[in-house]
């Protein structure tokens, strides 16, 4: 793939961040396009590299692990204050279903890795406590990114700033200082790709964020919000 191609879908892709951004109700499927038409340039592959170098997430890319996620209705069942549920509960208020492509086997390493990104998107809401907001969308794509820089977690934080500048320059200082904040977080967790997120569903919502958020030492490595995530 030529260079030139490759500036053309990286600008095109931030033309699409932002056409999301401003109209909103595009939904998944604007997102999904944004993210296929970046997915075979040469930083997807890169990404995917640093990714692999986790051996918790290179372990389960290697088997391609999905158990898949309940739909909705079932995450309702699910014990209270449990991930299941509290998954349950931000997807109501979203009046949403979770991602529902299954994955499959034969991905490629650097294609179940977008895959699997998508499927845990709405439920890395939940454990690492950010709401969807345009700023905490953008944070929650700045702490994947810290893990293993895809385009696509970086072309949304840069849409949201780019809104920022023209609609709430007031506010750029806050965004700015929370996309730092999801980063260093980010960095610092467990890799979102080494966790099997499913047999957390019917646990407590804490022991899905020790997981993610507590080394071997069992040092806590990170501040976590709660307040988003009720």
Same mark, same amino acid.
């Given at each position: 793939?030529?260079?030139?191609?490759?500036?053309?879908?990286?600008? %095109? $892709?931030?033309?699409?961040?932002?056409? =999301?951004?401003?109209? /909103?109700? !595009?939904?998944?499927?604007?997102?999904?396009? #944004?993210?296929?038409?970046?997915?075979?340039?040469?930083?997807?592959?890169?990404?995917?590299?640093?990714?692999?170098?986790?051996?918790?997430?290179?372990?389960?890319?290697?088997?391609?692990?999905? %158990? $898949?996620?309940?739909?909705?209705?079932? =995450?309702?069942?699910? /014990?209270? !204050?449990?991930?299941?549920?509290?998954?349950? #509960?931000?997807?109501?208020?979203?009046?949403?279903?979770?991602?529902?492509?299954?994955?499959?086997?034969?991905?490629?390493?650097?294609?179940?890795?977008?895959?699997?990104?998508?499927?845990?998107?709405?439920?890395?809401?939940?454990?690492?406590?950010?709401?969807?907001?345009?700023?905490?969308?953008?944070?929650?794509?700045?702490?994947?990114?810290?893990?293993?820089?895809?385009?696509?977690?970086?072309?949304?934080?840069?849409?949201?700033?780019?809104?920022?500048?023209?609609?709430?320059?007031?506010?750029?200082?806050?965004?700015?200082?929370?996309?730092?904040?999801?980063?260093?977080?980010?960095?610092?967790?467990?890799?979102?790709?080494?966790?099997?997120?499913?047999?957390?569903?019917?646990?407590?919502?804490?022991?899905?964020?020790?997981?993610?958020?507590?080394?071997?030492?069992?040092?806590?490595?990170?501040?976590?919000?709660?307040?988003?995530?009720?």
């Amino acid at each position: 793939m030529t260079f030139l191609s490759n500036m053309w879908k990286i600008i %095109k $892709g931030i033309f699409l961040a932002i056409r =999301l951004l401003l109209r /909103p109700n !595009g939904g998944i499927f604007a997102l999904i396009e #944004l993210g296929n038409l970046i997915e075979d340039i040469r930083a997807s592959k890169l990404a995917a590299d640093i990714i692999m170098k986790d051996p918790g997430a290179e372990k389960l890319v290697a088997e391609r692990y999905s %158990k $898949g996620l309940p739909d909705i209705a079932t =995450l309702g069942t699910y /014990p209270e !204050g449990s991930l299941g549920k509290e998954l349950h #509960l931000h997807l109501t208020r979203l009046d949403s279903d979770h991602y529902p492509v299954p994955l499959r086997k034969d991905y490629s390493e650097q294609i179940y890795i977008r895959e699997r990104r998508r499927e845990i998107h709405d439920l890395m809401h939940v454990v690492a406590g950010y709401d969807t907001t345009y700023k905490n969308e953008a944070c929650l794509n700045a702490f994947v990114a810290a893990q293993g820089p895809m385009p696509i977690c970086i072309l949304i934080p840069i849409g949201v700033m780019l809104r920022y500048i023209f609609k709430f320059p007031n506010k750029l200082d806050e965004l700015c200082n929370a996309l730092i904040d999801a980063w260093q977080r980010g960095k610092a967790a467990n890799s979102i790709f080494s966790i099997r997120w499913e047999e957390y569903l019917d646990q407590p919502l804490e022991d899905a964020r020790v997981a993610l958020f507590v080394k071997a030492d069992s040092e806590p490595v990170a501040r976590i919000p709660r307040a988003t995530v009720a």
